[in-house]
Nanobody, 118 residues
Framework: QVQLVESGGGMVQAGGSLRLSCAAS????????MGWHRQAPGKQRELVAS???????TYGGSVKGRFTISRDSAKNTVYLQMSSLKLEDTGVYYC????????????WGRGTQVTVSS
């Protein structure tokens, strides 16, 4: 079965950087649409970045230009490089893998907390 394990979260000061990792098992990330989502308490979970099987990336408007999603096929790992972090970037970040039809997010990681302080 597919399992996703996030790592790299923590507390950073505004303006700093973090790199999140999503290690996958049971699926090949280069053959699967992968995404990063985040959720703050009392708010809806939102998609912040995704990468297609052909390498096409998408970003939420609030992170465009600051975040970069990438993958390392040899390590079967997806990354989210975050720079110029803002207080509003605080939340739990989740890695997800899409279904074969790319119609829904089938598998989710447990999440990793990112806290940005002033």
């Amino acid at each position: 079965q597919v399992q996703l394990v996030e790592s790299g979260g923590g507390m950073v000061q505004a303006g700093g950087s973090l790199r999140l990792s999503c290690a996958a098992s049971g699926t090949i990330v280069s053959s699967t649409v992968m995404g990063w989502h985040r959720q703050a308490p009392g708010k809806q979970r939102e998609l912040v970045a995704s990468i297609s099987t052909t390498g096409i990336t998408t970003y939420g408007g609030s992170v465009k230009g600051r975040f970069t999603i990438s993958r390392d096929s040899a390590k079967n790992t997806v990354y989210l490089q975050m720079s110029s972090l803002k207080l509003e970037d605080t939340g739990v970040y989740y890695c997800a893998a899409a279904s074969a039809s790319n119609s829904w997010w089938k598998v989710w990681g447990r999440g990793t907390q990112v806290t940005v302080s002033s």
